[in-house]
Nanobody
Framework: QVRLVESGGGLVQAGGSLRLSCAASRRTFSTYSMGWFRQAPGKEREFVAALSWSGDNTAYADSVKGRFTISRDNTKKTVYLQMNSLKTENTTVYYC?????????????????WGQGTQVTVSS
């Protein structure tokens, strides 16, 4: 079992930046691919970004390419999502997730473990 705890969400003005963090509980964190997803009320969970266990491979949703960056620090067992040039439509709850699938995968069904989510609110 892997426990994931997100932090870093909050309120920011459009055009601003936030960095989300996701801390993992397992020493084997470095063997997991990690992903960030988001989900608005009444909508399906949406892929945002993902990173392979080694950090060599990344994947981004088209809507965030060039604005968001995913990274990880295996020594701290933490994955980050740097979000720049935020837009009001980015307002929602963001979740981090972990899985054993290499790739990294962009489908939420491939992920085994999920955090509780952190709210991001972008005001106009």
């Amino acid at each position: 079992q892997v426990r994931l705890v997100e932090s870093g969400g909050g309120l920011v003005q459009a055009g601003g930046s936030l960095r989300l963090s996701c801390a993992a509980s397992r020493r084997t964190f470095s063997t997991y691919s990690m992903g960030w997803f988001r989900q608005a009320p009444g909508k399906e969970r949406e892929f945002v970004a993902a990173l392979s266990w080694s950090g060599d491979n990344t994947a981004y949703a088209d809507s965030v390419k060039g604005r968001f960056t995913i990274s990880r620090d295996n020594t701290k067992k933490t994955v980050y999502l740097q979000m720049n040039s935020l837009k009001t439509e980015n307002t929602t709850v963001y979740y981090c997730a972990a899985c054993f699938v290499r790739g990294p995968p962009t489908n939420s069904y491939d992920y085994n473990y999920w955090g509780q989510g952190t709210q991001v609110t972008v005001s106009s």
